[in-house]
């Protein structure tokens, strides 16, 4: 389901569940990596990334259509999730190397960098479409972290960005192609990986501060 290993000072974590859905169980081994690179010794950096068409499409529907009271308790952990990665302990960088929707792509935004791939994917968020409100938390963390235009063409519209209308955009730093997709990502966490950790997490969640109370 996830696959982590290292690339000399850099941790490379791969999701490989399909459409890479917020499942429960995905979750649980998500925040149990966490915890192992949060107590990692330094140096180190992170590298997140899917395999094949998707890097992740959010929320589990499906998993969710099943009792509509498990919505709260849910929706709690993805916050905490968004919360979480902005206060990471070291720097982070998504390597988007397919479709990156909904709270997926909200997950890309949580990382300090975003390399996409320039021939494949989009970065999307369809919930004006799927008639699915932001939570304050969402809209807070997407007001935050997209220029504000786009934040609201984004949002209003479910437009569809390929990588280089996201870099046009300011959503993402850069767009390769598919075989530079991971170099690329390691070449901007690399450099990072001695800046102390506990410095990043206080200057982020300083940074983020009225992100993190919207995501409470």
């Known amino acids: 389901m996830i696959d982590l290993r290292r690339e000399g000072d850099v941790y490379v974590l791969r999701f490989d569940d399909g459409e890479n859905r917020f499942s429960p169980e995905f979750l649980d081994a998500l925040s149990a990596i966490l915890d192992e690179l949060a107590d990692a010794p330094a140096p180190k950096a992170l590298v997140t990334t899917g395999t094949g068409k998707f890097y992740s499409n959010g929320l589990d529907l499906d998993w969710l259509s099943a009792d ?3 919505w709260g308790p849910y929706l709690e952990r993805v916050h905490g999730l968004f919360a979480r ?12 190397n397919g479709h990156a929707f909904a709270a997926g792509a909200m997950l890309s935004l949580t990382h300090d960098y975003r390399v996409m791939r320039a021939d494949r994917g989009w970065f999307c968020l369809p919930e004006v479409d799927l008639g699915l409100p932001f939570t304050p938390g969402m809209s807070a963390l997407l007001q935050a972290r997209l220029p504000r235009l786009t934040a609201h063409e984004a949002m209003v519209t479910g437009r569809r960005y390929g990588g280089e209308d996201a870099v046009a955009a300011g959503i993402a730093h850069q767009a390769v192609s598919e075989s530079e997709l991971t170099a690329a990502a390691l070449a901007l966490a690399a450099p990072l990986a001695t800046k102390d950790g506990a410095t990043i997490a206080r200057i982020r969640t300083d940074l983020h501060r009225p992100v993190l109370d919207a995501l409470a």
């Open 68 to 70: 509509a009271e498990r």
């Open 85 to 96: 990665m902005l206060t990471l302990p070291l720097p982070t960088v998504a390597a988007v």
